[in-house]
């Protein structure tokens, strides 16, 4: 079971971005999806997050300009970018809660990560 992160790159202030991430491999149900990111020198921190396609939270910083969604048919899960900003400059990553086919627990999986650069 792997996550797959693509879409990230180079944007303009004021720009978009969508990000994908597609969950491949033997997996009965996805439970919680969400973006996390990395700027240099910070720690990683959560960017959005889906509660079993229903629920979703924020950081204070995206509210308004990000929204997280997620296709169950496709197992995948978006991350909408609006009105970029510099400081929005960083590693974006996913992560899921998956349950494998055949298991009885789910487990933390990560993506590997996407550039995400706001810059004029």
């Known amino acids: 079971v792997q996550l797959q992160a693509s879409g990230g790159g180079l944007v303009q202030p004021g720009g978009s971005l969508r990000l994908s991430c597609v969950a491949s491999g033997s997996i009965l149900s996805i439970h919680h999806t969400g973006w996390y990111r990395q700027a240099p020198g910070k720690q990683r921190e959560l960017v959005a997050i889906?509660?079993?396609?229903?629920?979703?939270n924020y950081a204070d910083s995206v509210k308004g300009r990000f929204t997280i969604s997620r296709d169950n048919t496709k197992n995948t899960v978006y991350l909408q970018m609006n009105s970029l900003k510099p400081e929005d400059t960083a590693v974006y990553y996913c992560n899921a809660d998956i349950l494998p086919h055949g298991s009885s627990r789910y487990i933390s999986v990560w993506g590997q990560g996407t550039q995400v650069t706001v810059s004029s």
């Open positions: 889906n509660t079993n396609g229903a629920t979703t």
